[in-house]
């Protein structure tokens, strides 16, 4: 690659956009799907279904999940029910309706080739569609803690939580941990997006990324329930679904924390490199 | 100075097939050059490997110099164009898409969005999404969305197929005020009517193989030597003819190869025959008759196809 200006050839481009121009507009394009708001609408829909139901039966409760026998003492046992509620299932699937999209997506409309033509690299591309597709992943957890926890505190008031060690916590200590937890949720669910971005990349396929995202997480969710398998637990992703719990304990039990950040990363960052590499080297073609 | 597409042994290869055969390629600045082929020939893979869209087996294209592979979107600095169909984003309009695609080429190509969909006159309907657009708005808004790069060089794979004659007229008077304003055009195209009418430079492509590259004219030239000929009876006439040159059958006469000595020669033994002649006209072959014995010929070798056109 040579500075030196070629004789005749056009004018270098001197103010060339990056990662942060293609970012911009992967959020822009979310905004204008149908798929974006599918996902959004049922994060804040499941909350407030939840507490709908609450409300119409009013004696029972989710008992068997964490925080579940104190949804009516106080609203921020709300988000915290909700989170242990979706964190297998709904919060995965949310998240991969868009990861597992957002390549795939430019495949089916065959527009990869008419960003891949303008002024930005293809690694430009790739890092701001991931950082537009962990971006949402955030957007969908915190809506749905966030609503969650608006409309519990409504109705049951923000007052003092029993964490998951039985001691009682403040409101603003409730709300710290909360919030805390809810990024350290973000981790596996990072994981799972990073995931979809691997099979949006390779399969080309929204549906099929979509589905196969799935099915990793039912997958290792199965791996963790053999118990012969006993041993891998720590390193499934699974088992991090709920590592968020720990943040709920007095004190604060980091060890799930930290084994979840790793064991995420070891999930994650491979999934990019290899999306990424797959992405640079590929064939545009079709469209 | 280094000429806006020099290609050189381009080889694309997918599995037994191979789509782009050692395809030599060389348009200098101005020119309007036909990239001419039947559809299947290997023309808009060719197109994906200068733009870097796809990697080349073999052999490489420089755009100004530039190599794509080794460069990547660098090498399309004052490059724009599309390959196949233009493609944009359904769901949002046409202005917001050029917006995308402006912000994506930076140094002030948003500033050019107004001044583009006027271009292609596109700019009340710029509000609306792509979705609803017509096959020929979508074509216009890939010619605006090329225009943002202030392109030098434009790569048009195609551009008028699936156009109504007036989409079509429209376009080709765009890619003609275009080509005026010193813009090097890339046409593939698989019209010939389209190539004769904008192109002064042509390569003919089958089978992912160059048959020809050069000047139009000559290639036409080069056909020149056939006459066609209308008598009071063809079955004799065609039995005389053939003592001057080959002679072929065509509905209501004959065509006879010769130069203007033998068809002389010819017109005077057809006298003396007693076989009236009614017509005896020089044919030159169109540029679709070339095409066609190039593209649809016998040999399997593409140079010797080049001979026996030429003949």
């Known amino acids: ?287 | 100075m280094a000429a806006p597409i020099e290609a050189r042994g381009l080889v694309k290869r997918y599995g037994d097939i191979t789509a782009v055969d050692h395809v030599d390629l060389t348009v200098s600045a101005g020119d309007v050059y036909g990239y001419l082929g039947p559809n299947g020939a290997g023309k808009t893979t060719s197109l994906r490997m200068l733009l870097g869209l796809i990697r080349p087996d073999e052999g490489a294209a420089r755009l100004f110099g530039r190599d794509p592979l080794q460069e990547g979107v660098r090498a399309l600095d004052g490059v724009a164009g599309f390959v196949e169909a233009p493609r944009f984003y359904p769901y949002l309009s046409g202005r917001r898409n050029l917006e995308l695609v402006a912000a994506l080429d930076g140094d002030g190509a948003a500033a050019r969005i107004g001044e583009a969909l006027d271009v292609v006159d596109l700019a009340d309907r710029a509000k609306d999404r792509v979705g609803g657009y017509s096959h020929g708005m979508r074509q216009r808004l890939g010619i605006a969305g090329a225009l943002l790069r202030a392109p030098r060089l434009l790569l048009l794979d195609e551009p008028t197929t699936g156009l109504d004659p007036a989409g079509m007229r429209d376009m080709r008077a765009l890619i003609r005020r275009l080509a005026g304003q010193g813009i090097t055009v890339l046409l593939s195209s698989h019209l010939m009517g389209e190539v004769e009418e904008l192109c002064d430079r042509v390569a003919i492509i089958g089978s992912g193989r160059v048959l020809y590259e050069g000047a139009l004219d000559q290639l036409i030239a080069s056909a020149a030597g056939r006459y066609e000929l209308r008598t009071t009876d063809d079955v004799y006439a065609a039995e005389i003819a053939a003592r001057y040159g080959d002679v072929a059958e065509i509905p209501g006469g004959l065509t006879v190869d010769g130069d203007e000595r033998s068809v002389a020669e010819l017109s005077v033994a057809l006298g003396l025959a007693g076989v009236g002649i009614t017509a005896l006209v020089p044919r030159t072959a169109t540029l679709e008759e070339l095409f066609l014995r190039m593209t649809e010929g016998p040999s399997p070798n593409g140079h010797h196809k080049l001979e026996e056109v030429a003949r």
């Not at chain 1, 204008?32 to 959004?40: E, N, P, S, Y």
């Not at chain 1, 099979?199 to 990793?216: D, E, H, I, K, P």
Request: overall charge positive; aromatic content about 10%.
């Open chain 1, 1 to 287: 690659m040579s500075a030196v200006a070629v004789p005749g050839a056009p004018a270098r481009a001197t103010r060339r956009p990056g990662v942060r121009a293609v970012y911009r507009w992967e959020l822009r394009k979310l905004l204008a799907q149908k798929r974006t708001f599918i996902g959004l609408g049922s994060a804040v829909a499941v909350p407030l279904i939840f507490v709908i139901a609450l409300l119409a039966d009013s004696s029972g409760g989710p008992d068997e999940l964490p925080f579940g026998s104190f949804v009516r003492e106080t609203g921020f046992a709300v988000p915290l029910v909700c989170l242990a509620f979706g964190a297998f299932w709904l919060l995965p699937l949310i998240t991969a309706l868009v990861a597992g999209d957002i390549v795939a997506n430019e495949d089916h409309n065959g527009t990869l080739k008419t960003i891949l033509t303008r002024s930005v690299e293809r690694w430009h591309v790739f890092a701001g569609k991931a950082l537009a597709a962990l971006t949402y992943t955030a957007g969908v957890l915190f809506a749905y803690v966030g609503i969650a926890l608006v409309a519990g505190g409504l109705i049951w008031g923000f007052d003092p939580l029993t964490t998951l060690s039985g001691t009682q916590i403040d409101a603003g200590r409730a709300l710290l941990l909360t919030g805390a937890g809810t990024l350290a949720y973000l981790l596996p669910m990072s994981a799972i997006a990073a995931i979809g971005i691997l099979l949006s990349t390779l399969t080309r396929n929204s549906a099929a990324a979509v589905v196969g995202t799935l099915m990793v997480s039912i997958f290792v969710q199965i791996i963790g329930s053999i118990s012969a398998l006993d041993a891998l637990d720590p390193y499934l992703l699974s088992t991090q679904f709920n590592a968020w719990q720990g943040i709920l304990r007095e004190p604060t039990d980091w060890a799930p924390i930290v084994r979840s950040a790793w064991v995420c990363a070891l999930y994650a960052l491979p999934a990019l490199g290899w999306a990424l590499t797959a992405f640079l080297r590929r064939d545009v073609t079709g469209g």
